[in-house]
C-alpha cells in the first residue's frame, strides 16, 4: 500500500496539475541517473533529474497476483545523459529503476508509483525504447540447480575451482588484422593449442573498447591465430589493441576430465539417460537394453 504525504493528497484532491514523472535508474556499476518529463530539472535527494531528454513512459500496466507489472520509457540517446556507447556496453542490463510522482513546485512531494529493472532494450536511430518489469520479474525466472548432462558452473567459479588467473588458462594478445567486423588475427597466443579459447571471455585492455567483454566463439590456430567473437563490439577493433583471454568450457564431462583434469569438482550428471534411452526396446546382446542390470 503506498503512502502519501497528507499535504500531497490535498493537492491530487484539488485537481493540481503541477505533477510530473520522474524516473532513477541505478546502473550496476554504481551509477545513479535521473531524468524527468516535466519541462526544468528536478532534484530528488541528491539525484538531478534532467528534464531535455524527450523521456516518456507509457502508462504502468499492474495486475492482480504475482503476474508481471510492465511499462516503457522510451527517449532520445544523448552523450550528456543517455549514450549509445554506454547501451551497447551494456551498462545498463538489468538496471534498477523507480518511478516517481513528483509535485515539481515542491519535489519533497512525491509518492512511488512502481519499482522494477529494466528489461530489453531497442534502438531506432537517435532514440530507444526499453521496458521496465516489475519486482515480480523475479519470481518468473527459473532458479535452483538443474539436473543436466552439462556442467551447471561456469568455469573459474567457486564451485569449477579451476584458477583462470593462471598463465595456462589466461592469455594476453593484440590484435594484428581485422578479418571481419567481429573476427581478427591475434598475436601473442601462439603457445595455446586449437580452440583453446573458444567459449572464453576476452576483455579489451586497449583501444576503444577498453574495459569491454565479450564471448569468443571460435578460436582457430593454423599458420595464425583467429579468434571469432560472438557479437560486434560497439566500437570498431582497431589494430594494435591488446586483450586478455581466458579458456573456455563446453560444460561435457570429457573436456571437464581431459582438458582440465576437474572431474571431480564437475557439476553435472553425465550419467542420467536421455529421452532416445527412455524409449527404446530391449535388444539382446546391447548393453544397457538387453534386460541385464546395468550395474552389470
Known amino acids: 500500500m503506498r503512502h502519501i504525504a497528507p499535504a500531497l493528497q490535498v493537492k491530487l484532491d484539488s485537481g493540481v496539475t503541477t505533477l510530473c514523472r520522474c524516473w532513477l535508474i541505478a546502473r550496476q556499476d554504481g551509477v545513479t541517473q535521473g531524468f524527468t518529463d516535466h519541462d526544468e530539472d ?6 538531478t533529474c534532467r528534464a531535455g531528454t524527450g523521456l516518456s ?19 532520445a540517446l544523448s552523450d550528456e545523459t543517455l549514450n549509445e556507447d554506454d547501451l551497447a556496453a551494456g551498462l545498463y542490463d538489468a538496471a534498477g529503476v523507480e518511478l516517481w510522482l513528483v509535485d515539481w513546485s515542491e ?18 536511430g537517435a532514440v530507444f525504447t526499453t521496458e521496465m ?15 543436466t548432462t552439462t556442467c551447471s558452473a561456469d568455469l573459474g567459479d567457486g564451485r569449477c575451482k579451476i584458477d583462470l588467473t593462471s598463465a595456462t588458462y589466461r592469455g594476453n594478445g593484440a590484435v594484428t588484422a581485422l578479418a571481419a567486423t567481429s573476427a581478427f588475427r591475434a598475436s601473442g597466443l601462439g603457445d595455446y ?14 583501444g576503444a573498447n577498453t574495459g569491454l567483454a565479450v564471448e569468443v566463439k571460435l578460436h582457430r590456430k593454423s599458420a595464425d ?8 563490439m560497439p566500437h570498431v577493433i582497431a589494430l594494435g589493441d591488446t586483450f586478455t583471454v581466458t579458456a573456455g568450457c563446453d560444460k561435457r564431462f570429457a573436456t571437464c576430465h581431459d ?3 576437474n572431474a571431480v569438482n564437475f557439476r553435472g550428471f553425465p550419467h542420467i539417460p536421455g529421452n532416445d534411452f527412455v524409449v527404446r526396446y530391449p535388444v539382446q546382446g546391447e548393453p544397457g537394453h538387453d534386460g541385464t542390470s546395468l550395474q552389470g
Open 133 to 147: 518489469r516489475g519486482l515480480s520479474e523475479k519470481l518468473a525466472q527459473d532458479s535452483g540447480r538443474l539436473y
Open 42 to 47: 528536478i532534484l530528488l535527494g541528491d539525484v
Open 193 to 206: 593449442e586449437d580452440g583453446w579459447f573458444t567459449a572464453g571471455k576476452l576483455s579489451f585492455t586497449s
Open 259 to 261: 582438458r582440465f583434469a
Open 57 to 75: 513512459g507509457s502508462e504502468v500496466s499492474q495486475k492482480h497476483g504475482l503476474a508481471v507489472d510492465s511499462s516503457e520509457l522510451s527517449g
Open 107 to 124: 519535489p519533497a512531494l512525491r509518492v512511488l508509483l512502481a519499482k522494477g529493472s529494466l528489461g530489453e532494450v531497442r534502438r531506432d
Open 225 to 232: 591465430v583467429t579468434l571469432d567473437l560472438w557479437q560486434a
